[in-house]
């Protein structure tokens, strides 16, 4: 979508950009309303209006993290979230949690503890109201910032390109996520359609903000189609992640779930290319993340275990992000993991 | 390498980590001398005195860019590269080179006039000297960069992750590749060995050097051991690399070579995977780029090529860096490229 398309036209693009997305995905024809996950700033406020615009199904649903002064004000009877929602005619879904008092109980940092309860409070919403899908905001400088942040952290292939665009098993689906923040400020502009400014994506007090106001100018400086490069790369992982899929189904028919986790007999890795036993690995603890609630593997860990793999050397552990323990012994490769508290499930991507 | 190994066992342990890296790239055992790529600067000084320490047979060859005004005293008869290769017991083969004006007259860059009259004279050098390899200085900081500066042009993965350790078609080896500069530095500092500072490294009027220095230290900040994690990621493009060599290696066997160029039937491509697809028009890419001298492709327009190929639409062309063109006629696709300048060859890599 280019920046020099005049107002009026930008007002019928944007939502058919946004129905090509839908359509690419599998997610339409709809079969029940989608839910929207409703912050009220620009990229959630642009998907609710084009969503309006397309005539399709929707409700909104709205977390109230309480970190910020403005935010009881935000949700309040006449407040600009629900007078959005009356002017498009939709349904508001609006609850409060204490993420403060979350994080500081459960031992996690703000940001981690308001996505856990974002996500618990969006899929709380989409069963009881019988929503197919839950539609988020992430736009392509979020998915550049994702980039950067799985950079640092040491994600390996394909997961280093950043979240997907859809995620059928959790009912998710990003359908700006290939849309440049600023042609989403120019589309509610020439729609006339004001948002709400969250002055913490402002501070550097997160790792992600220190990485888009740090970094990510640098590098569109460099070249100013960065957008279109990361793009690229994001879809050739997505190509790379339905190849190993393919390729590793074999090899995942013969996993057994056990209590604590998953269990793989070694014969079955053994005749994999290394490239495809990494992968391997990176996807049984995807596996064991969705159901317990861990975290992304670092690929030097993975590197680690494929290693002890072929040294023989029994019985040999490795731990992973969220107490996930890897354990070769007695002739297969299983992973457990501690009993997870409550809600922490689903907390493997943004 | 850890950074609080005290200096009279770094003295040991570094060149026992270069040995180690020579080992695992096939360079040892050598049936001829390296040629060491010495610029002076503290990377090819560490090389040139851990081959020394390791008992191997090497000589040096410095280029004179003839850009920076301290460049001639550094190669002068008493100066102290020729002082350096002397303290060494070894052969110095030194020649200059008019890097502003070759630019100017051919309309390149500086770095890449540089870069290209350097392999050239390293090259030149090896094969007049009967030496099996060019050892390069490059270390896991060049590596970051470089990686870094592949992201930002959009380059696909696995050449994403950075240049590689050993090219044999190439006769080039990087032995410090995994180990940080402060490393190398801490090995020259306990040996008293003193290496040349090369201004131009300070100046931002390089991309390398801008993301070296408002984009590097941001990421080492957020992750102090951000070093491992880029090598982790290196290595797991190197395994893809090694993969997609096997998978691919039956449809490569079908590629006939053209006088411009390079052509396979369609129907060689057509049951290929999409994501084998895209690695296929990539490593074609990458043996016009050695033969004729051409960049790297965008990730980009391999996916538009691809399209192109799956909707029929005949003929069809797609433009590459360095005037390579794909064409995708009469069954098959065809890349061409136009006759090259001479000593433009080899140009695909840092």
């Not at 109230?64 to 009356?86: C, I, K, M, W, Y």
């Not at 500081?104 to 989409?126: I, K, M, N, P, Q």
């Not at 589309?187 to 903000?209: C, E, K, M, P, Y």
């Amino acid at each position: 979508m280019s920046r020099s398309v005049p107002s009026s036209s930008l007002l019928r693009s944007f939502p058919r950009a946004v129905r090509g997305q839908l359509l690419a995905e599998g997610v339409l024809p709809l079969n029940a309303p989608i839910l929207v996950a409703f912050s009220g700033g620009a990229d959630s406020t642009a998907l609710a209006l084009s969503l309006h615009r397309l005539g399709l199904p929707f409700m909104l649903a709205h977390l109230n993290h309480g970190l910020r002064p403005e935010a009881a004000a935000e949700s309040a009877p006449e407040g600009p979230v629900r007078t959005f929602a009356a002017q498009l005619g939709v349904a508001c879904h609006i609850e409060h949690e204490d993420v403060a008092a979350m994080a500081a109980s459960r031992g996690l940092g703000l940001e981690e503890a308001g996505r856990l309860a974002r996500y618990a409070f969006l899929e709380r919403t989409r069963a009881a109201q019988g929503c197919a899908w839950i539609a988020l905001g992430h736009q392509a400088d979020d998915l550049i910032e994702d980039m950067l942040l799985r950079l640092v952290r040491g994600t390996g292939w394909p997961a280093l390109a950043g979240m997907r665009a859809c995620d059928p098993s959790r009912h998710l689906v990003r359908p700006l996520l290939q849309i440049p923040r600023a042609d989403i400020e120019a589309f509610l502009n020439a729609a006339g359609q004001s948002w709400l400014h969250d002055a913490s994506n402002d501070t550097n007090a997160f790792r992600r903000n220190r990485l888009r106001h740090g970094v990510l100018p640098t590098l569109l400086d460099e070249n100013p189609s960065f957008h279109q490069a990361a793009l690229a790369l994001w879809a050739q992982a997505r190509e790379d992640e339905r190849f190993w899929e393919a390729f590793l189904a074999p090899t995942l028919a013969c996993v057994c779930q056990t209590q604590a986790g998953l269990a793989l007999p070694e014969a079955a890795l053994r005749p994999l290319p290394r490239a495809a036993r990494l992968r391997l690995y990176a996807e049984l603890l995807r596996r064991m993340a969705r159901r317990f609630g861990s975290g992304q593997a670092r690929a030097s860990t993975l590197f680690n275990l494929d290693r002890a793999l072929l040294r023989q050397e029994r019985p040999k552990r490795f731990q992973f992000p969220g107490g996930v323990v890897a354990c070769l012994a007695d002739g297969r490769l299983e992973l457990t993991s501690p009993p997870a508290p409550a809600g922490t499930q689903n907390a493997s991507e943004p």
